[in-house]
């Protein structure tokens, strides 16, 4: 049977952070699903954040750990030789910087539980523009499955994740809502700023209307009389 | 009067008759059509028990006498649109066409493809052990008593032992194929930027070989191949030097120019990808067999305010 392409799916940190239910179906070559609280199947995932920090896992190890964050949290993402196309972008990189990643997601066993990370396969640096329609897009798509979860309690993704992680949705609810208002806010703070451009740009014009009235002026005079001509 | 009265109910029996037979056929099981007459007329006539009541009870004495569930009994599975399938694990029935055939690889599926009506497309598996008969590309029919099922998040439709399929000669209108898409391009693939075509067949060359000619002289040319993703959907797109070049400037020669200053083709993907990847765009497009037609591409620019509002009103107020 043909293999279908994975759909990247949109999370937030704070969801993401907390999934470590696995599912993998019968079958070799099928791929792992990571299930999360508000039943999403996840195996690929796309994220717009800012990239905080990266450090190489071991010296020389090629090995590289990268935290980018969103308005919920902080995702965790490992590139290494077997991603040399995000790879080649990570060792270039300067933290702080705003990056789009796309990777598989991955659950570890550690000392301490289970952890999630993502596994990137293409990173590129974006302006603020895709990280405020991430927000929106990523919201969205919560807000859907929120809905779900409370409407098709019966649907198999669905019942497994109230069985797996009985989720406080008003939780996830007021998650998305912060995101959203923490990009509300920026553009209203971005508004206020083209305002107060357009204002110093008024002003200048007002002072060239100023000048411009001023050469004028001086064109009336007859200039001869002064310099004794 | 009184005949026809008789007449009537002989009619009416051996209606019901006929349709609980059928349905316990479909799904393979043998019953004996005097035996349900009998119990019908019984119910229905002796005793007055209403005709609903009456099927249901010689429904539920042959499934038990036969050890048959409801579900491996195919009861009349409603009627419905494919835009309106969303969650596994039911028994549906709808009218379709077959949109497309693939190949399949599997000796327990007999086929696998995409059928599709006017509210949307989906994929469909045929259980080899179903025992049905093979459907063919671009033909409508009826499916009744198909079961939905989700495979790697996206829905689909299972042709088991139960179902029927059914050729009609109406022709079943498909979603329109011109849609838009905002979505990030999560993917530009390897064999993008500079590359070279054969000039007998246009092919892309790689080292100077044509896959069809062999050792070719070649043309530049410039394209992308990639994958835009809104999160629900993949699209696969193409975009050519002419829409390259709208979103970034560097057309043909600009890409030429890049390749000769850095002795190095390869850079002009490196470029592109630093500049298109992992950003938001709309395109208007032509849906295809595999890939999505580029008619328009531009960067998403919307205003975003307003639908954050909307958003925030659809969550509610804070608990
Ligand atoms: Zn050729």
């Not at chain 1, 796309?102 to 990280?131: H, L």
């Not at chain 2, 998040?153 to 849609?179: C, F, H, K, T, W």
Request: with cysteine.
């Amino acid at each position: 049977m043909m293999m279908k392409r994975e759909v990247a799916k949109r999370l937030f940190a704070f969801e993401l952070n907390r999934s470590n239910h696995k599912i993998s179906q019968n079958g070799e070559k099928t791929p792992i699903y990571v299930l999360t609280p508000t039943g999403e199947k996840c195996n690929r995932v796309f994220i717009v954040g800012v990239l905080l920090d990266k450090e190489e896992i071991r010296p020389d190890s090629n090995f590289w750990r990268m935290r980018v964050s969103d308005p919920t949290g902080v995702f965790v993402c490992t590139a290494g030789r077997y991603q040399p196309e995000a790879l080649e972008v990570v060792l270039e990189i300067e933290p702080p910087e705003m990056v789009a990643i796309v990777g598989k997601v991955n659950v570890f066993e550690g000392e301490s539980g289970t952890y999630i990370s993502i596994r990137p396969e293409a990173v590129s640096i974006v302006e603020s523009e895709a990280r405020d329609y991430w927000v929106y897009e990523t919201a969205q798509r919560t807000v859907e499955r929120i809905e779900r979860m409370e409407t098709e309690r019966d649907s198999e993704d669905i019942a497994l994740a109230w069985q797996v992680y009985n989720p406080d949705l008003n939780e996830y609810r007021q998650k998305v809502r912060e995101a959203l208002i923490v990009i509300k806010e920026e553009f209203e703070t971005f508004k206020v700023r083209e305002e107060e451009k357009k204002e110093e740009v008024k002003e200048e014009k007002d002072a060239d209307l100023e000048l411009d009235e001023l050469e004028f002026e001086e064109e009336e005079w007859d200039l001869s009389d002064i310099l004794g001509e | 009067m009184k005949g026809e009265l008789v007449e009537e109910k002989v009619e009416i029996i051996s209606k019901l008759t006929e349709q609980i037979t059928e349905k316990f056929k479909r799904s393979g099981y043998e019953v004996n059509p005097k035996e349900i007459s009998k119990r019908l007329e019984l119910l229905m006539f002796e005793f007055k028990v209403p005709e609903r009541e009456a099927i249901r009870t010689v429904n539920n004495y042959l499934m038990k006498e036969l050890d048959v569930s409801r579900e491996q009994l195919s009861m009349e599975s409603p009627f419905i649109k494919i835009g309106e399938i969303t969650r596994p694990n039911q028994w549906v029935s709808f009218k379709a066409k077959i949109v497309q055939l693939w190949d399949s690889t599997s000796p327990n599926v007999s086929q696998v493809g995409l059928v599709g009506d006017e509210t949307g497309i989906i994929k469909f598996v045929t259980w080899a052990k179903s025992g049905k008969p093979e459907v063919a590309e671009g033909k409508s029919y009826i499916f009744r008593n198909l079961v939905t099922d989700s495979f790697g998040g996206r829905m689909q439709v299972n042709v088991n032992r139960n179902s029927e399929i059914e050729e009609i000669a109406e022709d079943v209108p498909l979603p329109p194929r011109e849609i838009k898409v905002t979505g990030a391009l999560i993917a530009i693939q390897q064999n993008s930027g500079l590359i070279q075509r054969c000039n007998e067949c246009r092919r892309t060359v790689s080292k100077g070989i044509c896959p069809v000619h062999g050792k070719t002289e070649s043309y530049d040319d410039l394209r992308i191949k990639g994958v835009l993703d809104d999160g629900e959907n993949f699209y696969e797109i193409i975009l050519n030097e002419d829409n390259i070049k709208a979103l970034t400037g560097i057309g043909l020669e600009e890409a030429k120019k890049i390749a000769k200053e850095n002795l190095e083709r390869g850079v002009v993907l490196q470029t592109l990808r630093n500049r298109l990847l992992g950003k938001y765009f709309t395109v208007n497009g032509t849906r295809g067999e595999r890939y999505l037609i580029v008619n328009e591409i531009d960067f998403f620019r919307d205003e975003l305010g307003e639908k954050i509002d909307e958003l925030l009103t659809r969550l509610g107020a804070e608990q």
